[in-house]
């Protein structure tokens, strides 16, 4: 298997899906070895480092990419398999930022009140016991919490010429937060242009369900990744597969529209691969699935729709291309 290696400089980073030349062209099959910058594009190093001081918008959730996948044209779908995902600094940042999080005021949701104040926390990374050490700032509390590495942002270039903010999740992927952007599993995007052109970034070294103050433990991450390409229809929304599930991810405002979205996909998914009726799908849908939430404060909300793997037949998607990529790379 070819192994590019690439670490961006600032200059190559992407702020945008869409809109920007490609770093490297690889061909399907293809195993990238890859770094990725944190949120904050590394500017939160302490506690006394504010968002309003630091943060210089749009330049938020700078992006590796985007890459270039030879042969693949608009209509195709996309694989891309997570080997390994391993944090590059030894501490990650969170932080409260005004008006932004599912629990204070935001320029969406607007009341009369103050913005909540804010504060950064940093998170030290323990290699040796896998866990990030979270510290309270209004008390002596402490607590030691897994590493869960994961990516914040996956997709490709949407459609149409359209250049979407890298803080946008939507039907190309982007900044969808979910947890289950994990290492051993399989994201399946549909191609929108020549070449795909996707990016990944915003490591999150962990991150609950949800992302309730709009910020996880936000980190560089070293990324390796296999790129596959299939000539059958791309998804509609954002899928996933892992050993135990499979899964989409809907993306939209109000929340309820990106459950919904993330549903009628998977009753689609559930059809196609079991030869059922929208009304069967639908039927059996509704006594299997989970549903947790991925964030509730982007510029879209993104709901993912999971389906248990043990309790359906066994069935192959994807022309099994999960079970070859999870075993490919040595």
Not at 81 to 96: C, D, I
Not at 116 to 122: A, D, G, H, S, V
């Amino acid at each position: 298997m070819d192994l590019l290696e690439f670490t961006p400089e600032p200059d190559d980073l992407a702020w945008t899906f869409g809109g920007a030349p490609p770093v490297r062209r690889v061909k399907p099959g293809t195993a990238l070895r890859l770094w990725t910058e944190d949120a904050f594009a590394g500017s939160l190093r302490g506690t006394s480092d504010l968002a309003s001081a630091s943060l210089n918008m749009p330049f938020v959730n700078p992006q590796t990419g985007p890459f270039y996948v030879e042969g693949a044209e608009p209509g195709d779908t996309l694989a891309l398999h997570f080997v390994e995902l391993t944090p590059a600094r030894s501490w990650g940042a969170s932080a409260t930022i005004p008006f932004f999080g599912g629990l204070t005021s935001t320029d969406r949701t607007a009341t009369l009140q103050d913005p909540l104040p804010e504060r950064t926390w940093i998170y030290e990374v323990d290699t040796a016991n896998q866990t990030v050490g979270f510290q309270a700032q209004g008390s002596d509390f402490e607590l030691a919490l897994p590493l869960e590495p994961m990516l914040g942002t996956v997709g490709v270039a949407p459609a149409a010429g359209e250049v979407r903010s890298a803080l946008v999740p939507d039907m190309f992927g982007g900044n969808m937060d979910t947890p289950e952007m994990r290492a051993g599993a399989t994201c399946y995007l549909r191609v929108n242009v020549e070449g795909a052109l996707f990016s990944v970034g915003d490591g999150h070294y962990r991150q609950g369900e949800g992302e309730s103050c709009g910020t996880a433990v936000e980190g560089a991450m070293n990324v390796v990744l296999i790129v596959d390409l299939l000539k059958t229809p791309g998804p509609v929304w954002p899928r996933l597969e892992n050993d135990e599930y499979l899964a989409v991810i809907g993306s939209a405002r109000p929340l309820e529209d990106a459950w919904r979205a993330g549903q009628v996909d998977m009753v689609n998914w559930l059809g196609s691969l079991y030869g059922l009726d929208k009304l069967d799908a639908y039927q059996l849908l509704s006594q299997v699935s989970e549903v947790p939430l991925a964030n509730v404060v982007d510029a879209n909300y993104s709901v993912v729709t999971k389906v248990p793997k043990r309790l359906l037949p066994p069935v192959t998607a994807y022309d099994g291309i999960h079970q070859h990529l999870r075993t490919a790379f040595i």
